[in-house]
C-alpha cells in the first residue's frame, strides 16, 4: 500500500485516453489541489481504468465524460459520468456479477468481469462503489476510498517523530 495523491493519479490517467483515438472528452472537476488515499496501485489502476473505458465504450452520442474528485466523511470520493446509453433499472442490482452484461450495452465489446472485479478491489481498500443510471440518459459510478489527510510530518521522517510514526504505521490500532 502507497499514500498516493488520487488527483495527479487521475490527471495522469486521463492523459493516457486521446479523445482523437477514444471519442469522448474527459471533463475532471476537484474540490481540492490534492486528496490523499492509500492504495495499492497496481489495484487502484483496475478501479479507474475499468469505469473510465466503460464509459467510454458506452457513452452513444454524447461525447463527454464527467470526471470528479472531492474528499469528505472520511473518503476520496470519485464520481465517473457518462451521459450515454445507460441501464435499466431492473438491470441495475446484477450489475457487479460476474461476466453479467445489460441489454443496453450486449452490441458492445466486453466480458463482464471488469466491474466485479472493481467491486472485490475496492472492498480490499476498505471503500466502497455505487452506480445510478437510467435506461438512454447515462450512468455514474462513484467509488470511495478511504481519504488520509496528507500528513504533517514529512516522509521519510526523521529523529523522534520517526520512530512514533513508524511505530504507528506497523501496529495501526485494531
Ligand atoms: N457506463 C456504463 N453505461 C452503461 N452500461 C454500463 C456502463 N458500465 C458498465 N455497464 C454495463 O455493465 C456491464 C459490465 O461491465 P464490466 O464488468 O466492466 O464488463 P465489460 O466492460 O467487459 O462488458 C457492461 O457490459 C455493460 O453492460
Ligand atoms: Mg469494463
Given at each position: 500500500?502507497?499514500?498516493?495523491?488520487?488527483?495527479?493519479?487521475?490527471?495522469?490517467?486521463?492523459?493516457?485516453?486521446?479523445?482523437?483515438?477514444?471519442?469522448?472528452?474527459?471533463?475532471?472537476?476537484?474540490?481540492?489541489s490534492?486528496?490523499?488515499?492509500?492504495?495499492?496501485?497496481?489495484?487502484?489502476?483496475?478501479?479507474?481504468?475499468?469505469?473510465?473505458?466503460?464509459?467510454?465504450?458506452?457513452?452513444?452520442?454524447?461525447?463527454?465524460?464527467?470526471?470528479?474528485?472531492?474528499?469528505?466523511?472520511?473518503?476520496?470520493?470519485?464520481?465517473?459520468?457518462?451521459?450515454?446509453?445507460?441501464?435499466?433499472?431492473?438491470?441495475?442490482?446484477k450489475?457487479?456479477?460476474?461476466?453479467?452484461?445489460?441489454?443496453?450495452?450486449?452490441?458492445?465489446p466486453?466480458?463482464?468481469?471488469?466491474?466485479?472485479l472493481?467491486?472485490?478491489?475496492?472492498?480490499?481498500?476498505?471503500?466502497?462503489?455505487?452506480?445510478?443510471?437510467?435506461?438512454?440518459?447515462?450512468?455514474?459510478?462513484?467509488?470511495?476510498?478511504?481519504?488520509?489527510?496528507?500528513?504533517?510530518?514529512?516522509?521519510?521522517?526523521?529523529?523522534?517523530?520517526?520512530?512514533?510514526?513508524t511505530?504507528?504505521?506497523?501496529?495501526?490500532?485494531?
Amino acid at each position: 500500500m502507497t499514500t498516493m495523491d488520487l488527483v495527479a493519479y487521475i490527471q495522469a490517467q486521463l492523459r493516457r485516453f486521446d479523445p482523437a483515438v477514444t471519442g469522448p472528452d474527459f471533463v475532471l472537476a476537484t474540490d481540492a489541489s490534492k486528496c490523499t488515499v492509500v492504495a495499492d496501485e497496481r489495484l487502484l489502476e483496475q478501479v479507474v481504468a475499468n469505469p473510465l473505458s466503460n464509459a467510454i465504450k458506452c457513452s452513444g452520442d454524447c461525447p463527454r465524460i464527467d470526471v470528479s474528485i472531492a474528499a469528505g466523511g472520511g473518503a476520496a470520493v470519485l464520481r465517473v459520468r457518462d451521459y450515454g446509453i445507460g441501464i435499466a433499472a431492473d438491470e441495475i442490482p446484477k450489475l457487479f456479477a460476474r461476466f453479467f452484461r445489460t441489454s443496453s450495452a450486449r452490441h458492445l465489446p466486453g466480458t463482464g468481469i471488469g466491474l466485479n472485479l472493481v467491486n472485490e478491489l475496492v472492498a480490499t481498500h476498505g471503500g466502497t462503489i455505487a452506480v445510478d443510471s437510467e435506461l438512454g440518459r447515462g450512468t455514474t459510478f462513484t467509488v470511495t476510498l478511504p481519504h488520509r489527510p496528507a500528513a504533517a510530518t514529512p516522509w521519510p521522517p526523521t529523529g523522534a517523530a520517526a520512530i512514533s510514526a513508524t511505530t504507528v504505521r506497523r501496529h495501526p490500532p485494531p
